[in-house]
């Protein structure tokens, strides 16, 4: 099974905007890192129960993941016996955190408190350092917790003076409820994550995207951010900077670099061409929509004209790809930011549609051979595109476009002249592709 050229398009104009800006375009470390993968279906055997039957109690607390890919941690506290706990946990792996310095946490509650555990090599089984996290009833929350907030604990009891916690030897996480308040319990979490600063001199935290975005529009955000430099390239190579500078409210769902990077390399260079620019300025506009929008279930058309599907029950999505940061507001609208590069999809072509691609194609490549002297070439390229209207494209055509067709191939086999055969072809191709007029 092959792709047709126009289904390519997409793909090939944003491996264009990712390969002619490489060269400038210096790289950058993400903006976060998910720590969990919940679609993943191994994810189950990364998680493991604890509860205080270890103590003698009878509390008990379990995990399981969705439909929606998040992870549900439930059951029911019980204080007897001295017990009081439930928790869960990640086996023992490496995280790779070095450099980061905070969590970030998407969850959804019951109102009751639970701890977020971080556990590292050096610690007994027993401890871990940990924060409070204070849930809202039934409602989305998200949480970000800076590494140095977090408390050493041990058996539950704070241990002071000991060792700050150092990202690069965490290798658990998990969830502790242990508030004291005997009863059933429901947590829902969509996402894990740890992040840091994109660029030593860009404003690019979560904390401070906010902060600078309320007094900025979003281009100026995007810009400081400095996460975002290949989009900005592009939105500016086809001319729509003023576009995302107006009054509006707009709402851009962001690719960050890492998203563009994620694209095939490899690029038409004539993609970048002045006739090709309304293919690129599709793509990018397929990334706003009109309106300042805060993300909830809903589909919203977008500048290009089709729409984008935006889930949030467990992962906030956007089509296929994950927001990483919602509802950055800008003075003229609303940022989020995605960690995937949304691609347009492909229009089915309407009979009449598919027809002028064929006539438009063939004239697109016959133009060039005969200007350079092979008309013989073009004319070759006009004949097949004539007989592949008449034996494949019938529905599109009538009865007098068909006339003409086969009136111009029948001609072209009387004349000698390459030069007059090309012409003929021509002049039958433009009659009919001003016969099927617009769709």
């Known amino acids: 099974m092959s792709l047709t050229n126009r289904s390519l398009i997409p793909i090939l104009a944003l491996c264009v905007l990712f390969s002619g800006f490489r060269s400038f375009v210096m790289a950058s470390e993400p903006i976060s890192k998910p720590l969990i993968d919940f679609s993943d279906e191994s994810v189950t055997d990364q998680w493991i129960s604890v509860n205080d039957n270890v103590m003698g109690g009878i509390s008990e607390g379990k995990f399981r993941i969705t439909d929606n890919n998040t992870l549900v941690f439930s059951g029911d506290l019980s204080l007897e016996n001295n017990g ?5 946990r990640t086996r023992p792996a490496d995280l790779n955190l070095e450099g980061y310095d905070k969590i970030g946490l998407r969850l959804k509650g019951d109102g009751r408190t639970y701890y977020f555990n971080l556990m590292t090599s050096s610690r007994s089984p027993a401890s871990s350092y940990r924060a409070a996290v204070q849930t809202q009833k039934d409602t989305w929350q998200e949480v970000q917790i800076n590494l140095k907030d977090f408390v050493y604990t041990s058996f539950g009891r704070i241990i002071g003076g000991a060792a700050p916690l150092k990202a690069k030897d965490i290798q658990r996480l998990g969830f502790t409820l242990s508030d004291k308040k005997s009863g059933p319990f429901l947590l829902e979490v969509s996402e894990i994550s740890a992040s840091k600063a994109l660029d030593h001199n860009a404003a690019t935290t979560s904390d401070e995207l906010d902060d600078l975005a309320e007094s900025k529009d979003i281009i100026e955000t995007a810009i400081a951010a400095g996460s975002f430099k290949t989009l900005v390239a592009a939105v500016k190579a086809a001319g729509l900077g003023d576009s995302l500078k107006g009054e509006g409210p707009l709402t851009v769902f962001a690719p960050s670099d890492e998203a563009f990077a994620k694209l095939p390399e490899g690029a038409v260079e004539d993609l970048l061409k002045t006739e090709n620019r309304n293919k690129l300025i599709g793509v990018l ?23 984008i599907e935006i889930k949030t029950s467990g992962s906030f999505q956007v089509n296929q790809a994950k ?17 995937t590069v949304l691609l347009p999809p492909v229009k089915k072509l309407s009979p009449k549609q598919a027809s002028k691609d064929v006539i438009q194609l063939a004239i697109n490549r016959g133009v060039p051979l005969f200007n350079a002297g092979q008309p013989s070439a073009c004319a070759a390229i006009y004949e097949v595109a004539a007989n592949s209207l008449l034996k494949s494209h019938t529905d599109a055509l009538d009865e007098q476009d068909r006339s003409v067709l086969r009136d111009a191939l029948s001609k072209v086999q009387e004349e000698d002249d ?7 072809l021509r002049r ?3 009659a009919v592709n001003q016969s099927l007029g617009e769709d």
Do not use: R
């Open 418 to 424: 390459p030069s007059e055969q090309a012409w003929t």
């Open 428 to 430: 039958a191709l433009d």
């Open 84 to 88: 009081g706990f439930a928790s869960i």
């Open 285 to 307: 506009t397929y990334h706003v929509v009109p309106g300042k929008i805060l993300l909830s279930d809903q589909s919203w058309k977008t500048l290009q004209g089709q729409s």
């Open 323 to 339: 927001v990483l940061k919602s509802d950055i507001l800008t003075s003229n609208g609303v940022i989020h930011v995605i960690d």
